[in-house]
C-alpha cells in the first residue's frame, strides 16, 4: 500500500540515488521526490512527518468517441482544462505554501495565493491540500495563457486531496467545499452518459472555436477514472508560442501537436480551410521569424517575462530558483521596480540551442544536409 510511511520509509534511499532533494523556502527546509520512485510519485513533498503526495499525470485520447466508449464505463463530469501550471496548495506548520507539479514550493505563486483565492479553507481543514491551475499572460513559467485572462494571473481549483493520502475527496464533496468556501474554479461544463459523445464534441467544438486548451472527464464511480482531451487551437496556440525555441524542445513536443491536430480535424470534419491551413504555418513561421529578428538585435533567441509579487523578496528567490533549476536555458533580469503597489519582475530567459544555431547561420555556415 502506498502511503505516507512508505513514501518516509523510502525518502534516505531517495536522496542517496539522486531522485530527491532537499530545499529550504524561507525557514522551511523539505525534500521532494524528483522522479517516480519505487511507488511514490515523482513532486512528493515531505516536510518532517508530513507528505504531499505529487499529482498524478492523467491519460490524454486523442480520438474523443472512441476514447470515450474504451475508458468510461459510468457516467462522468466534463470540467474544463485549463492553460496554465499545476500547483497543489496546503498549510505546513502554519504557512500556506504553493508546491508545483515538480513538488518544490513556487515563491511566486506562493507570494501571490492571497489575492489567488480565499485561504479560510485552511483555518477550518488544515490537512487539506488544494489542486489548482494558475493561468495568464503575467506568470514566470509558461510563454502562453487563456484568451480570456488579459493580464496579471488567475488561479483555477479542479481537485482536493489530503495530506498524507494518495487520492482525491469525491466530486461532490469536492464541488461542497469549493461552493461554501467561495474558492475559484474550473468551469464545470455539464455530467454525461458515456453514449452521449455527440453533446461532448459539441461542447469541444464550442471550446475550440474559443481558443480554449479543452476538457477533463472524471468518472463518477469509485475507481475515480479520468482522461482529458483538448482542441484543435490549442495545438496550434502551442506551436506558435513555442516555435521559436525549436531547438531546446524534443522533436515529439512538435510531432505530438501536430498529430492531435490532424485527428481533431478528421474527427469534427472540419475544413481543411485555407485560414486553418495559414494559422498552422504561420504558428511556425512567425515564431521562427521572431526567433531571427530577435538574434539580429540582442544576438540572441529568448522570451520576456513579467510578473507581479507582494513582496520584494519573493521576486529575488524565485528569480535564484530560476537560475538554478535548468543547467541549459540561462535567466537575465532585467528590471525590479514597484508599481500599483507590486513589486513587479521582468526577466529575460535565452534559448541556447537556437540561439547558438542562428549565429552559426546568420554568419555564413555552411551547412551538409
Excluded at 505529487?54 to 468517441?65: F, Q, S, T
Excluded at 470540467?79 to 511566486?108: D, H, M, S, W
Excluded at 521559436?244 to 510531432?255: A, G, Q, S, W
Aim: aromatic share 10%; net charge neutral.
Amino acid at each position: 500500500m502506498v502511503d505516507a510511511s512508505l513514501a518516509l520509509s523510502l525518502l534516505p534511499d531517495a536522496l542517496r540515488q539522486r531522485r530527491a532533494q532537499a530545499k529550504t523556502f524561507k525557514d522551511l527546509t523539505y525534500t521532494h521526490y524528483t522522479d517516480d520512485f519505487k511507488h511514490i510519485p515523482r513532486g512528493t513533498f515531505v516536510f518532517d512527518q508530513t507528505v504531499v503526495f505529487g499529482y498524478p499525470h492523467i491519460g490524454r485520447v486523442l480520438a474523443l468517441e472512441a476514447g470515450i466508449k474504451a475508458h468510461f464505463k459510468a457516467p462522468f463530469w466534463a470540467e474544463e482544462k485549463i492553460n496554465g501550471y499545476n500547483v497543489r496548495i496546503t498549510q505546513i506548520q502554519g504557512q500556506v505554501i504553493a508546491l508545483t507539479r515538480g513538488g518544490f514550493i513556487c515563491p511566486f505563486t506562493t507570494d501571490r495565493l492571497p489575492d489567488l483565492m480565499p485561504l479560510a479553507i485552511f483555518q477550518q481543514h488544515p490537512e487539506l491540500v488544494v489542486c489548482a491551475e494558475v493561468a495568464g499572460p503575467d506568470n514566470p513559467y509558461l510563454e502562453s495563457s487563456p484568451p480570456f485572462i488579459a493580464k496579471d494571473v488567475q488561479l483555477f481549483v479542479f481537485d482536493l486531496m489530503t495530506q498524507d493520502r494518495i487520492g482525491f475527496l469525491p466530486q461532490r464533496e469536492k464541488q461542497v467545499k469549493i461552493q461554501h468556501f467561495g474558492l475559484p474554479a474550473v468551469p464545470l461544463h455539464g455530467y454525461f452518459q458515456p453514449n452521449e459523445a455527440t453533446k461532448i464534441a459539441e461542447l469541444i467544438l464550442k471550446l475550440h472555436r474559443e481558443r480554449r486548451e479543452g476538457l477533463v472527464f472524471k468518472e463518477d464511480s469509485d475507481r475515480d477514472h479520468r482522461a482529458k482531451y483538448v482542441t484543435g487551437s490549442s495545438c496550434i496556440d502551442d506551436l506558435r508560442v513555442t516555435s521559436d525555441n525549436l531547438l531546446d524542445l524534443p522533436p515529439e513536443y512538435f510531432i505530438n501537436r501536430l498529430l492531435r491536430l490532424s485527428l481533431f480535424v478528421e474527427e469534427h470534419a472540419l475544413p481543411a480551410t485555407a485560414e486553418l491551413k495559414q494559422a498552422l504555418g504561420g504558428a511556425f513561421l512567425d515564431g521562427l521569424s521572431a526567433a531571427m529578428e530577435s538574434y539580429r538585435s540582442t544576438h540572441h533567441v529568448s522570451k520576456r517575462f513579467r510578473c507581479r509579487f507582494r513582496h520584494k523578496e519573493s521576486a529575488l528567490t524565485l528569480l535564484d530558483h530560476l537560475k538554478h533549476s535548468s543547467r541549459h536555458i540561462q535567466i537575465l533580469q532585467h528590471d525590479l521596480y514597484q508599481e500599483d503597489g507590486y513589486f513587479v519582475l521582468e526577466f529575460e530567459r535565452i534559448y541556447p540551442a537556437l540561439t547558438g544555431m542562428l549565429g552559426d547561420l546568420l554568419a555564413g555556415r555552411m551547412i551538409y544536409d
